[in-house]
């Protein structure tokens, strides 16, 4: 190879060539950094690919915006017993019948072995191959809008797997940065133009050549960036730019932790101008409100005044103090100018069931009746709601951490970390999962027979109602924050939602709670078939409509 006129790139003709790999200075064959097809796995050699051979069939599919979406968050190797694309594919239906708008993809770029939650990915340009390649994501994609169905990725951009060699081609990484999980991606070094490049290429190749409607992007309060113009700000433009030449809408949420609003303030505002952004103060707040859970994160939550403040001002954390993190924390949104529906709620997602100890979902622990009651606060709730794949019938299935790195020492280690952690909390060593053992893989793919039977089918009947509720009432998907008022009884345990002439109300006790709502509303949906009045049940939920005055 020979050096190219952009300075820091090397490049050779080639008449013809399908696998192929890079020796740096004599070393290694190395894969790709920007490959498009990893057949042999990570450490194989690339093989060329083109986007322009696949024949598409949704060219009528107009795009999907983010206000109005119900979103169903999917791992691939899991949702299935088959575990690819193919075999997800053939539940779009369901997922259409439920009321599902949007599917989010956990991460699919190639990563390592044969099953992982895919957060350590490797090859970031190339898709995993046992999830069924590049040609078998088109398939899904194709499928999906064939259905009516966005699809969204989630990408990882704030730090690369372990055993990735991207640093011997180029400074991807600096040590001026750490993060959780190893070197810091070079956002704001020497160098870091041709690295930003890199990730906001990779970013429209996904919206672009594999027709994804919008990206979630991983952690971003991890991209150390001190430059004037912030990555995410960047990234943002170049999207705006790919949606106007596409002439439809391309979506990117947060995952954020920093309970910064600015992360979806507009540009124009001094905002980095995404989309939306994960709550999660929204799920402590109903999650541990349901359960009574108050260890680690959830320490400041569990009452109905932070339900009823997450509900009115999207984050409980808005620059109070943070007891879990020693300091305050977060900053207001403004209720006035940013609509709800910039932020996801949910009651479970694949964090907030994969880092629990045993993986066990919040019904594995919680009455069914009261699981009820919490889906209803999510899905009345104003935020853009999603569900974590098999929620919506309480599937009893775990969903664990699970990996299969290939280095035996990274597997230890691995291992070894996750039984310290949780011991730190409590747990004996010996209940908690080896995530190299592919017994923990298999205990967390759903069991779809579930779906027949009893209290399954009455729950997913719950999630079908609410959903459906959610389509036709506008109350439920007015974006306003400023019109939602939340009145509730901390020691009685209730609480009702003002949203128009609706009234959503939830009693968490185990005793009948009189409301303060109009004795002539009207029911329109009740977890239990009991409700017939303005009384509601123990462990309850219902939604009111107010009569014309």
């Known amino acids: 190879m020979s050096k190219a006129a952009r300075p820091g790139w090397w490049q050779a003709d080639v008449a013809e060539v399908s696998d192929y790999a890079f020796r740096i200075d004599g070393g290694d064959p190395l894969p790709d950094p920007r490959s498009r097809w990893q057949p042999a796995g990570v450490n194989g050699p690339s093989r060329t690919y083109d986007h322009g051979a696949f024949r598409w069939t949704d060219g009528s599919w107009p795009g999907s915006p983010l206000a109005g979406s119900v979103i169903y968050e999917l791992h691939v190797g899991t949702f299935s017993q088959i575990g690819t694309f193919d075999a997800a594919a053939g539940k779009l239906g369901y997922l259409r ?61 704030n730090h690369v797997g372990i055993g990735n060699r991207l640093g011997d081609f180029a400074p991807y990484f600096t040590d001026a940065h750490s993060t959780p999980w190893g070197p810091a991606v070079n956002l704001d070094q020497p160098g870091s133009d041709e690295v930003r490049e890199f990730l906001i290429g990779n970013a429209l190749m996904w919206l672009r050549d594999y027709h994804l409607d919008g990206l979630r992007l991983d952690a971003v309060h991890e991209l150390r960036d001190q430059r004037a113009l912030h990555f995410l700000e960047e990234l943002r433009t170049r999207v705006q ?29 001094g905002g980095y101008g995404l989309d939306g952004q994960w709550s999660d103060d929204f799920h402590h707040a109903v999650h541990a409100a349901v359960t009574g859970e108050r260890q680690a994160y959830y320490v400041d939550f569990g009452s109905l005044a932070a339900v009823a403040k997450t509900l009115e001002q999207t984050f409980f954390h808005n620059g109070i103090w943070s007891s879990f993190r020693g300091r305050t924390h977060g900053r207001p949104v403004d209720v006035h100018r940013t609509p709800a529906y910039r932020f996801l709620g949910y009651l479970q997602d694949h964090d907030q069931i994969g880092n629990r100890a045993a993986g066990d979902r919040i019904t594995a622990s919680l009455a069914p009746d009261l699981a009820k009651v919490a889906a209803g606060l999510v899905l009345t709730s104003p935020f853009t709601p999603m569900l974590f ?68 089918v009455g729950m997913l009947a719950w999630y079908r109602e609410l959903i459906a509720l959610r389509r ?78």
């Open 241 to 269: 730019a790919l949606s106007s030449q596409l002439n439809r809408d391309l979506v990117l949420i947060a995952e954020s932790d920093a309970n910064d609003p600015r992360v979806v303030a507009a540009r124009e505002g």
């Open 472 to 549: 036709a009432r506008p109350e439920l998907t007015d974006p306003a924050l400023d019109r939602i008022r939340v009145d509730y009884d901390e020691d009685a345990r209730w609480l009702v939602v003002h949203r128009g002439r609706l009234r959503i109300a939830a009693n968490l006790s185990d005793a009948p709670v009189g409301l303060p709502v109009a004795a002539d509303a009207t029911v329109l949906a009740a977890s239990r078939p009991d409700v017939t009045g303005v009384t509601l049940p123990p462990a309850t939920f219902a939604v009111f409509q107010l009569q014309d005055s």
């Open 389 to 456: 794949m098999g929620e919506e019938w309480a599937a009893t299935t775990p969903w664990q951490y699970f990996t299969d790195h290939i280095e035996p020492w990274l597997a230890e280690a691995v291992a070894d970390g996750r039984r310290a952690e949780f011991a730190g909390h409590g747990w004996d060593p010996a209940d908690v999962p080896n995530p190299q053992d592919e017994a923990t893989f298999l205990r967390s793919k759903l069991d779809w027979s579930e779906t027949g039977h009893e209290p399954h």
């Open 97 to 157: 019948e439920l009321g599902i708008t949007a599917v989010e993809l956990m991460p699919v770029a190639a990563f390592p072995g044969h099953h992982g939650w895919g957060y350590d990915g490797i090859n970031l340009w190339a898709v995993h191959e046992p999830y069924g390649g590049p040609d078998g994501l088109k398939r899904f994609v194709d499928a999906c809008h064939a259905h009516g169905l966005a699809v969204l990725l989630d990408v990882v951009y």
